[in-house]
Every structure is written in structure tokens, then in C-alpha cells.
């Protein structure tokens, strides 16, 4: 079974697609319900939905509970954009941004470790090329993704000798509904789709018996 | 003017006193009341504190509504430390501790860019060592200083051009109640003061016509 | 066409295997002709095979001048490694660590900039683990790594616009003749093989129309 | 006693100057006898100049077998430019480039550690900002400059323990001849000085019982 954070859209979405495609059990999760049974709706029927807003303990607790068994891969692709000089950004969003993309990743990297660190199990975290250099006009949204590879790296040292992996993915912009809801208006013409970009992270998902890809940078171009 | 944040305890305190000593004009800030209190009553009357809770932006438009002129520089020393295994850390204690550092971090360099971005003001940040490497037992401390580093870097891009400088200091552990207060205990004797740090950046903060150290870590050892 | 460097062991071995069993042109090459030709004898009559001294950009000419036309792909797997404290390593082995490094990946991805930047050619360059963190005795070859990458990401920047990608591949260590001619005796056996290694790479360079995996890190365990 | 390396014109005369006023014991290198001597000719007769080139390991052990007694801080000041397009780049002056940069940092650290690393001796490394960032038409000199930050964050893993410690500078581009001499022409009428920056580097070399400030940036602004 592979959990799917972020599917109601996106990267999550279109990774839901291909797993579902090919037979995976899956269980989806995303804060619209709506949205998310517009996804799961036209997959098979391995595919599980359950709405969740990751920055809650107790959601996450929920969506974990609702696997009857251990997941061999949990996906993180949850998170939201927000951009703009800073002088520019409004408290609120702030708030938003931090807690969709950096107390999200927290509770959901500490649940998975609770309850599943001395197991085989694949924690893949989708960041943002944004979590690998400043960007002017994105200083909160580079924070946010900062904080999340400052997590990953460190909770790696933590999982010395345990059978859990955490894999860290870092994709340039995609052209998804992640750029509207932003608040940002650029051209997204030339930009790699959801589609592109599941289908990329899919195939480099490689591991052998004494070795795994552990970290992704899927570039636009 | 110098406005201090995080003054009543550790470094911030350890600053003001300095600063004081030479007879600087101060604004000092603190969440408690009476700690700040007990910080400044000693300084000289060229000291004023006001609380604040720098998570919130109308906190921080009141602090600097204090100030009568332009500040020359701003030195962010607020923060908290959260520490231990990540499965072991508590929600709310999480939530805490990326307030008390990222997000007032954010908030009030957006005031200071707001307010200051025409003029010569010095923006000093300070951090840890911790955004500068993965740590664990660390994880969640980590990713917070790592969103604060990847603020400044990305604020630093934003500034181009602009009179604003921000200064960012990395100070490793210090011997203050920061640990206690992070329940972690370990043996600090060690450790430097936060008197010697306070000494050390205040010389190594040195500017010349042309140039300026613009970023600092201060070890132990 | 496939030109592959450091092919006569390790990892440039394995995948000059791989791909030569899936029909591919190649272009290997290797510093030691005899080497060389225990990796290419068996393989289809599709593979060429040139010794090259890379440190050399006369040999690095002769190489590509042997290409009949544009290569596809160049995999520069070339390298060498040097370990041990700093103070007990030699001068003598230190210029060769350098050279068969930071020298020859210089003169190499020269050439093939100076040839190729205005065509869809794909640079793939074989790094270490060692060039993403300090490693304690490994300092020169940690410097000789961290080099390499300091390399790729500024002419990643010089060649913005340009149909040429350049993918960096840092692999964590391996099973293979390496360790043993590195000086550095140890326990290999948990450790991945070439094979591996060369398997999960060839899989995980993946690209669609808008992009492609530039990065990618493969990890032990 | 201090040992200054590179001291024949920039930064490292700066210092030696700076030092010297103040009635310090120094001893200075350079490769050009009559540079270096038309920087020591002025100074105070305790100062010392000794002609070496870094690349060689000889040289450095005779430049040392000069020192008396310990000398409290070596500064390593000694390096060179070359820049361009990647592919416009000399071999010839690649190597050069590797050799005053990479080996004589790697050569001399070695001898520094090899000799002191049992007392309380500073070594201060200078490299640019090229060091922490990829930059166009600076590939090789980021490179060499990444290269010496690797083995500067690796070595302080080796000396864990030590009374030695190892200090990183990066400064920015200076108004020197260090530019005219690295082919690139560029204005820098308003870059620091070499006086400005070694006045701001002396100042921020700061140290208290229990730390010290072991990286420091120096911007251009």
C-alpha cells in the first residue's frame, strides 16, 4: 500500500494516476473533499480517499489509522505556494504557508517515524527546487522549504540503522493549479506538467538490495 | 537607535547590556514583561523596553511605532529551542517553537523591509549553527533555523541595491537558559557566555565605506 | 552515441555494460589500455573503446574527435579516490587525487561545452557523496569533490538557454576495485556494486519534454 | 608570531601592514622575491619574508623550519584568478589556476596540521565568496575555491578535539591586482580596498575563552 499526501491536485494527483494504473493499493488523502473524489472517482477501486489537514496531530493519527496494514511508501506532496516581496505578503498567508508546508511536513514525518521506524518503509518528500537556493520573490516560500530539507537531513541522522528511508524530492515549477492559487501570474506554458513530473519521480524511485536513490532534482528544460 | 530583540535573556540581554554600557540609545523587546523589566532597570535611561509577541505583526508595527527615528540597526535575537527524537516531540511544543522562530522571524524582518528598505539600517539575524547542518535529536529546530536562513538568503536577493544590509550570525550553543527552557539538559560548563558571545559579535559586526561582515558563526571551542 | 570516461572498472564499467546489452553505440574510455579492453572485449562490436589520460585536454580532443557524430550522452564516471588523515597524506598522491578529479573533470567538460553546448547533448557527472559533506579523512578528497560540483553548478548557470544539460550524480561508496586502490581498507561487503549502482542511475536518468531528473543522489542501504 | 602566506600584494599585505603597526612578530610569504620585499622593506624589523611557492610541499616545510617558535596564527592569503566562459578557458592556465589555489591550501594545511595540531595555533583560511555559490564565467575559480571549503569543513572534523582551530574567510571582490592579473576587466572603483577588508577580517578575528568566531563573509556594499 502507498499513501499520497497533496492528491487533490498536482504532482499528488498524477501520482495517484500511475500507481493506480498499475494495480497499487493506495490510500489519497488532501483537505478538499471534494477535489479528492474527483481524483480517486475515476481510479480503481484499490484506491482509498480520506481528507486530512497534515498540520493537525490527530488528522494525521486518523489517516494513518484508516491503513489496515503497514504502507511500503508514503508520499508527501501536500503543500501550497505563496509569493511576492515580502513587504508585500499578508500575515494570514504567511500563517497558511507555513502551516501547508512546514508544521504539515513535521507531523506528518513524525507520525510515519512513530509508528513505523523499524519497518521497511519509504518516506518520499516532496519539496521544491525553492528548498535548494534563495529566490528573490519567494523569501517565505523558500523558508518554508528550507525548513522541511532541514528536517529530512536531520531526521536521516536520527534513522541511522533503522530499515525506514527518506527520500527527498526536489521538482522545479510545474505548470498545476499550485501557481493560481499562489497568487503568482506567470506563464507556465513551457513548464513540465503534474503528468511529466510523476511519470519522472515514478521511474527514478529505484532501489537494489544495498542501495536506493535517495535524492531527486527534476528540472524544468 | 538599536532595537534588540529577544532582550531578556542570553545573548539579547548580554547585548543590550553591552551596547548600553557605552551609552547607546536602546529599544529593547521581550515577551515577558517582568524579565525585560529586570534586564533594563539596571541599564542607563537611554534604554526603553516594550514587550511584544513577534509572531504577530501588530506586535511588531506597535515595537517599532515606538521608535522616534529611524533605527540604525535591528538585532533579531528571539527565538527557542526544542529538542529530542522527532517521535518524541509534543504538537503544541512544535507549533511553539516554529512561531518563536520562524514566523517571528518573518514578521519582523517584513516590518523592518517595509518600514526601512530605502535606508541604512542593519538587519542583524541571529540563528544557530543549527541552520547551517543537519542535527538529531535536532530535526525540528533545525528546519525551523533553516527557514530563517533561507528567508535571509532569499531576503538578501530581494535587497539588491537597496541601503538595507542584513547580517547573518550563527552562534553555537551558548551557556544561558536557553537550554533549560528547551528541555534538554546537558552539561553546558563549557560552553561560552553569553556575555563572550555578545562580545564577540559586537566586534566582528564591522562596516567600512565599502564592505561589511555580513555573516558570522561564532563556535565553541 | 554514448561516451562513457573511467569505463575500464567501477561503476563506468557497469554501465558500459548495460548499455551495450540494451544495443547501444559507446565510446568508452580509461586510462589503462589493457583495462580497457577486458571491459569492451566482451561487449557488442558496437563499442569503441580510446585511452585517455583526462587530465590532458589534448587526450580529451582525441577522444571526441574519435566520436563519428554527436553523442547523445557523455558519462563522465572517471575519478579517482585518496584517503587518510591529512597529515599523513603524501604530496605525490595528492597532485594525482587532483588530477584524476578536479583536473580532468575541468578539461572534459570543457571540451564537451566547447563542442557540444549548442546541441541536446546530455553531461552526466559522477561525484561522490563526499561532495555534498565534510567527511573526516577524506579532506582531500572531499576538496577534490566538492570542486567538481562547484564545476557543474556555475556552468549550469553559463549554459542557461542552452539545449546541453548537465546531470550530477553523487553515489555513496561502492563495492568496486576504489577502495583498494585508494589505500583505505575496509569492510565492502553491506556496500552496493557497480552493478547496482549503475542500474539505479540508468534508470533514474529519465526526461520528458519539459524536463528531466539533474540530480540524483544513491545511497547505501 | 604570525605567518602570512600570499603577502606579496592584496589582502595579505594589507594584513602584514595592519599587524605590523601594532608591534607584531610576522613572518610573510610570496612567490616574487621583489614584491614581497618592496612589502617588507617598509615594515618593522619584525617582520620576516621568505619567497615560496605553496604547490610544493618543500617549500612550505622550509617557509615553517623559519618560524622560531609556534606562531599563534598562520593566515593563508595566498591564491589567484582566472575566469571566463568555461569554454574560452586555458589549459595551462587551468592548472596554474588549481595549483595557487587548490594544492598550496591542501599542502599548507597539511604542514600546519602535521606540525601543530597539539597547540593552540589559528589557522585562517582565506578563499572569496566564490567559495559558498556557483557563479557564470567563474567555473574554475569556484571550483578551486569550493575545493579549499571542503577541505577547510573536513579537516575541522579531523582536528575535533584539538586546541588548533581552523578559520574560514570568504570576502568579496576587492579593488586589487588581483583582478587585472586574472584577465578579467571589470570596474572597481566601488569594491572595497585591500586596507578596508583587512581592517574589517582583523577586527572580526575575535576569541574569548570558550569561542571564537570561526566564518566570516566580508560583502562588498
Known amino acids: 500500500m502507498i499513501v499520497i499526501t497533496g492528491a487533490s491536485s498536482g504532482l499528488g494527483a498524477a501520482l495517484a494516476k500511475l500507481?493506480?494504473?498499475?494495480?497499487?493499493?493506495?490510500?489519497?488523502?488532501?483537505?478538499?473533499?471534494?477535489?479528492l473524489r474527483e481524483v480517486s472517482d475515476p481510479l480503481s477501486d484499490k484506491v482509498q480517499s480520506?481528507?486530512?489537514?497534515?498540520?493537525?496531530?490527530?488528522?494525521?493519527?486518523?489517516?494513518?489509522?484508516?491503513?489496515?496494514?503497514?504502507?511500503?511508501?508514503?508520499?508527501?506532496?501536500?503543500?501550497?505556494?505563496?509569493?511576492?516581496?515580502?513587504?508585500?505578503?499578508?500575515?494570514?498567508?504567511?500563517?497558511?504557508?507555513?502551516?501547508?508546508?512546514?508544521t504539515s511536513a513535521i507531523m506528518l514525518l513524525r507520525e510515519a517515524v512513530k509508528r513505523y521506524k523499524e519497518q521497511a518503509v519509504t518516506v518520499v518528500i516532496v519539496m521544491s527546487t525553492a528548498a535548494l537556493a534563495a529566490k528573490a520573490g519567494e523569501s517565505t516560500y523558500c523558508a518554508a522549504?528550507?525548513?522541511?530539507?532541514?528536517?529530512?537531513?536531520?531526521?536521516?541522522?536520527?534513522?541511522?540503522?533503522?530499515?525506514?528511508k527518506l527520500i527527498a524530492v526536489y521538482p522545479g515549477g510545474?505548470?498545476?493549479e499550485f501557481w493560481p492559487s499562489s497568487g503568482k501570474s506567470l506563464d507556465t506554458s513551457g513548464f513540465m506538467s503534474a503528468d511529466e513530473a510523476a511519470t519522472m519521480l515514478k521511474q527514478a524511485l529505484v532501489g537494489t538490495e544495498h542501495g536506493y536513490?535517495?535524492?531527486?532534482?527534476?528540472?524544468?528544460?
Open 50 to 102: 480520506k481528507t486530512a489537514n497534515l498540520s493537525r496531530a490527530d488528522d494525521i493519527k486518523a489517516l494513518f489509522d484508516t491503513c489496515l496494514h503497514t504502507p511500503k511508501s508514503i508520499i508527501h506532496c501536500a503543500g501550497s505556494g505563496y509569493f511576492g516581496a515580502l513587504e508585500d505578503q499578508e500575515p494570514d498567508a504567511i500563517n497558511a504557508l507555513i502551516e501547508n508546508n512546514v
Open 174 to 176: 510545474m505548470a498545476t
Open 213 to 221: 536513490v535517495s535524492d531527486i532534482t527534476i528540472a524544468r528544460g
Open 145 to 164: 522549504k528550507w525548513a522541511v530539507r532541514g528536517l529530512v537531513e536531520s531526521v536521516r541522522l536520527e534513522l541511522k540503522g533503522s530499515p525506514m
Open 19 to 35: 500507481y493506480s494504473e498499475e494495480g497499487a493499493e493506495l490510500l489519497i488523502s488532501g483537505r478538499n473533499e471534494q477535489r
